[in-house]
């Protein structure tokens, strides 16, 4: 595998993962509201998603995708109106205490992971993104099992440590702007951009 190649492919991973993107707004909400683990899982969950559109691509089944569109348009309004139902909860939820919002959290750590691979798995264009960028990088009929293994890895490591920051950083930028009016706004203002985002997805669909 050509070493100039996987640089480019790690810089251009890295790069669009942390652009302001749905899969971004859900990550932040998530953590912002529920906490660090939250945000984590969904992060995961974006990993998974796309850690199966890779493997879509390197293995030259991007005719699958097309087979099963309709089932891509399904995930995709699925996870635009999660974004929305996710947004509005946010908007009209009180403050929880500590032990409901712990006991909240340990219940959709799995509603969290499904929501981030749901929302990676109905962007068809992200199915194209990876067809039309591996072949462009790499030969694909060239890669051995080694290659493979670590275009997966670099995939989640770029997507997962860019996701995952943001969770991380939204916890601490949360957490100093607990109290009062603070709270409120720190907790409502993503709340919009998270109903925002998936309006978006959902006008995509």
């Known amino acids: 595998m050509d070493i100039a190649g996987l640089a480019a492919f790690v810089v251009v991973m890295l790069s669009l993962a ?8 859900l990550v932040v909400s998530r953590a912002a509201t529920a906490g660090r683990r939250q945000g984590l899982a969904v992060a995961a969950g974006i990993v998974l998603g796309d ?10 089944m991007t005719w699958l995708a097309g087979t099963v569109g309709g089932a891509f348009t399904v995930l995709r309004y699925a996870g635009g109106a999660y974004l929305i139902w996710l947004g509005w909860r946010m908007l009209t939820a009180r403050p929880p205490t500590g032990d409901a919002t712990s006991a909240r959290g340990s219940r959709s750590t799995a509603t969290s992971l499904a929501a981030g691979l749901a929302l990676t798995l109905g962007d068809v264009k992200a199915v194209l993104f990876y067809a039309s960028l591996f072949p462009n990088l790499f030969e694909l009929t060239t890669l051995t099992a080694a ?15 860019v996701k995952s920051a943001y969770a991380l950083a939204t916890e601490r930028l949360y957490a100093r702007l ?21 309006a978006w997805v959902v006008a995509k669909s």
């Open 18 to 25: 942390a652009l302001p993107s749905a899969s971004v707004a």
């Open 51 to 60: 850690l199966t559109l890779a493997a879509l691509a390197i293995f030259g």
């Open 147 to 161: 290659d493979i293994t670590l275009l997966f890895a670099v995939t989640a490591v770029t997507v997962g440590g």
């Open 178 to 198: 607990r109290g009062a009016a603070a709270d409120g706004i720190a907790r409502r203002l993503p709340g919009a951009v998270v109903m925002a985002a998936g």
